[in-house]
């Protein structure tokens, strides 16, 4: 059975850093792409970054510069470091794995920024 547990949302002013994690299983997570998204209240769910297999990185672009994507592929975990976090920054994040057309979600951890 595929799992992949959020973790590390909570609340932060403007300006604030937070850092999410994932821990995958059920799957052979150095095999996949790993990837963070978000969904606002209201609003569709948007991608964040992702990072492959071999290590190549996306990155919205909404959060370049202040949103890194990390992946330990001995801990079965990805996470994202979130500094300079804004009130645009506000949804529940939810983590993804992909590999040859097949994707897995998780739930999401909510983040809430305040100004």
């Known amino acids: 059975q595929v799992q992949l547990v959020e973790s590390g949302g909570g609340s932060a002013q403007a300006g604030e850093s937070l850092r999410l994690s994932c821990v995958a299983s059920?799957?052979?997570?150095?095999?996949?792409?790993m990837a963070w998204y978000r969904q606002a209240p209201g609003k569709q769910r948007e991608f964040v970054a992702d990072?492959?297999?071999?290590?190549?990185?996306n990155y919205a672009d909404s959060v370049k510069g202040r949103f890194t994507i990390i992946r330990d592929d001995a801990k079965n975990t990805v996470y994202l470091q979130m500094d300079d976090l804004k009130p645009a920054d506000t949804g529940n994040y939810i983590c993804?794995?992909?590999?040859?057309?097949?994707?897995?979600w998780g739930r999401g951890t909510q983040v809430t920024v305040y100004s």
């Open positions: 059920g799957i052979r997570f150095d095999m996949n792409t």
């Open positions: 990072m492959a297999n071999f290590g190549n990185t």
């Open positions: 993804n794995a992909q590999r040859l057309g097949t994707s897995h």
